[in-house]
């Protein structure tokens, strides 16, 4: 299948790399005119990668809501309209625990993360609505705002937020014909955790590659996802595909939040060895319910 994105116009925010470059590759073959936002000057290469129909805003910092709107600005005065919003920048923020936790780290983490995707469906949505035609907000949150545990309380509390968010600009903006979703990714292959562990520019690849095996022990279907597993769902809330679908959440992470975190049947299947030899179990006298687990 192709041309799923014909003649639509979209912004996708961090495009220049990892899950952000995933989205606008696949967006470009489906026939999407794409202008990334990124402060990463590597955006501006990717205008000769994939030619005239992918654009790059100067250095886009969606911490500043007067870039966010430049940014659609100049969507609009290349191609026409804007049809796609993607909000896709961001980075781990403030990864200081709870009981550590700085006030202004945590301003900056949700700034980037949260408020961007709020200015982002903001001015997104007054285009849209201006053009009368509808469209679709894609806003890349993460597990870490479903399940505890993934990363720091600030990121956490920020990734929640855009899950939350889409679910009031639904509310707010489909009776003007403005989708809004969410893609959570889990554990998926992109340079973020090697620039977080100061891995040097040169060598994040190599790093990356190294979380493979890790990851997939990890990972219930037994490999991590990479930015197109991502790009994919991305694709299908942007598309017509999804034109009945709003105000959801769709996890891409090999069946993680499926788990609870720790074998219940191992643990049922402990306590019973250890009441079997209290009890003095014989033959004739068995505790007939054992869960099935992977103990």
Request: aromatic residues 6%; negative net charge; contains cysteine.
């Amino acid at each position: 299948m192709s041309g799923r994105l014909e003649n639509k116009v979209a912004i996708i925010t961090g495009g220049a790399r990892g899950i952000g470059y995933g989205i606008v590759s696949l967006f470009v073959s489906e026939g999407a005119k794409v202008v990334i936002g990124d402060i990463d000057s590597k955006a501006s290469v990717l205008e000769g990668q994939f030619g005239s129909e992918c654009l790059a805003f100067k250095k886009a910092d969606v911490t500043k809501e007067d870039d966010i709107q430049a940014l659609v600005e100049f969507a609009v005065e290349r191609f026409g309209r804007l049809d796609v919003m993607v909000n896709n920048a961001g980075a781990l923020g403030d990864q200081t625990s709870l009981i550590e936790l700085d006030a202004d780290g945590f301003t900056r983490t949700m700034t980037l993360l949260a408020r961007s995707a709020a200015l982002g469906h903001k001015h997104a949505a007054r285009q849209m609505i201006k053009q009368g035609s509808g469209g679709s907000v894609v806003s890349v949150s993460s597990i870490a705002g479903i399940e505890a545990g993934w990363s720091a309380a600030s990121y956490d509390a920020a990734k929640a937020a855009v899950i939350n968010l889409a679910r009031s600009a639904s509310y707010e903006l489909a009776p003007r014909g403005i989708r809004s979703n969410v893609v959570a990714p889990g554990l998926i292959l992109t340079p973020i955790i090697g620039t977080a562990c100061g891995i040097p520019p040169e060598q994040l690849d190599e790093f990356t590659e190294c979380l493979i095996r890790p990851y997939g022990k990890l990972i219930p279907i037994g490999k991590p996802g990479r930015p197109k597993d991502i790009a994919e769902a991305v694709l299908f809330f942007a598309s017509d595909a999804s034109e009945h679908v709003t105000g959801q959440t769709l996890s891409v992470d090999g069946g993680l939040t499926s788990m609870t975190g720790f074998d219940i049947g191992g643990v049922v299947a402990e306590a019973l060895s250890e009441f079997k030899e209290r009890v003095g179990e014989t033959e004739d006298k068995k505790v007939g319910w054992l869960p099935k687990h992977n103990g």
